[in-house]
């Protein structure tokens, strides 16, 4: 990993538990640890980085789900890290450190599949690190400061930035959904989970100071240009894009729940030094 990618891509994973792997057949505690989800669906949003001085652009080239509806677990796994070996990009995932990315890995090692750009070292860090978001970034550990704070939800994150949140209903049950062979339901559910992810990463991304709000803007209408251009195709993608209602700047100064100007408001008097 000795350069800097130039394809971002954002993921998600749907699972179902996999009885056949926990001792005696039944999960123990509240929690089902990763090597115990078969994965029923990965879906990305892959995006150019264009770079231009400090600033960098994200510019969506497709939203998908891997494989086909009736690929199975072992399929879909080859499939994505094959995928990722040959693109080696920049990760973007919400909790994957803790979900999405041991699923992935533990569950292909238990295939005997290669997962080595996963773990491959550049200057001593791999995908792995935590604290470089360079090759992972895992949004949720990052907008909640490595857990200094409480963290928020992918649905919350995006409501708050105007965008869809949850689209599809659904799924709930993901293991009724998948027992009745109602993949593509999943499928739908996962991609806009990505869909979701990506915008929030890219008001992320302006807000750290790695674009220019003109580089958001261009992330921003790339990705309504591909809902607009497959909604007729892809019914989930016609109702993202419906739902999608970006928030703007008012130019207001903040003020606080109860009217009174804060601290950062421009018309907030300073205080003389050397008073509290």
């Known amino acids: 990993m000795t350069r800097l990618p130039d394809t971002l891509l954002v993921l998600d994973v749907e699972t179902v538990v996999?009885?056949?792997?926990?001792?005696?057949?039944?999960?123990?505690?509240?929690?089902?640890?990763?090597?115990?989800?078969?994965?029923?669906?990965?879906?990305?949003?892959?995006?150019?980085?264009?770079?231009?001085?400090?600033s960098q652009?994200?510019?969506?080239?497709?939203?998908?789900?891997?494989?086909?509806?009736?690929?199975?677990?072992?399929?879909?796994?080859a499939g994505f890290w094959r995928f990722?070996?040959?693109?080696?990009?920049?990760?973007?995932?919400w909790h994957g450190r803790?979900?999405?990315?041991?699923?992935?890995?533990?569950?292909?090692?238990?295939?005997?599949?290669d997962v080595s750009t996963w773990t491959e070292k550049d200057q001593g860090r791999d995908y792995r690190f935590r604290y470089d978001s360079a090759w992972h970034c895992d949004l949720a550990d990052q907008m909640a400061d490595y857990g200094s704070t409480l963290?928020?939800?992918?649905?919350?994150?995006?409501?708050?930035?105007?965008?869809?949140?949850?689209?599809?209903?659904?799924?709930?049950?993901?293991?009724?959904?998948?027992?009745?062979?109602?993949?593509?339901?999943?499928?739908s559910y996962c991609e806009c989970d990505?869909?979701?992810?990506?915008?929030?990463?890219?008001?992320?991304?302006h807000s750290t100071g790695a674009s220019t709000a003109a580089d958001r803007d261009r992330g921003l209408a790339a990705l309504r240009a591909l809902l607009e251009r497959d909604r007729a195709s892809r019914r989930h993608f016609g109702a993202f894009a419906d739902r999608w209602r970006p928030r703007r700047a008012s130019g207001r100064p903040l003020r606080?729940?109860?009217g009174r100007r804060r601290p950062g408001d421009p018309?907030?008097?300073?205080?003389?030094a050397g008073r509290l």
């Open 151 to 187: 963290r928020l939800t992918l649905d919350e994150a995006a409501t708050a930035f105007g965008l869809p949140g949850k689209v599809v209903d659904g799924p709930g049950d993901v293991e009724t959904l998948h027992r009745e062979g109602r993949i593509a339901g999943i499928r």
């Open 18 to 54: 996999d009885r056949t792997s926990l001792p005696g057949g039944r999960a123990r505690g509240d929690y089902l640890k990763p090597i115990h989800h078969e994965v029923v669906a990965i879906s990305i949003v892959r995006a150019r980085i264009e770079r231009a001085g400090r």
């Open 57 to 77: 652009a994200f510019i969506v080239e497709e939203c998908r789900s891997g494989g086909e509806e009736g690929f199975d677990e072992g399929r879909l796994l």
């Open 194 to 205: 990505v869909l979701n992810l990506f915008g929030v990463f890219l008001h992320w991304a």
């Open 267 to 272: 018309s907030f008097p300073a205080r003389r």
């Open 256 to 258: 606080s729940a109860t």
């Open 98 to 113: 803790q979900h999405d990315m041991p699923i992935l890995s533990l569950r292909a090692m238990m295939r005997g599949l």
């Open 84 to 93: 990722f070996a040959e693109l080696k990009p920049r990760l973007v995932t």
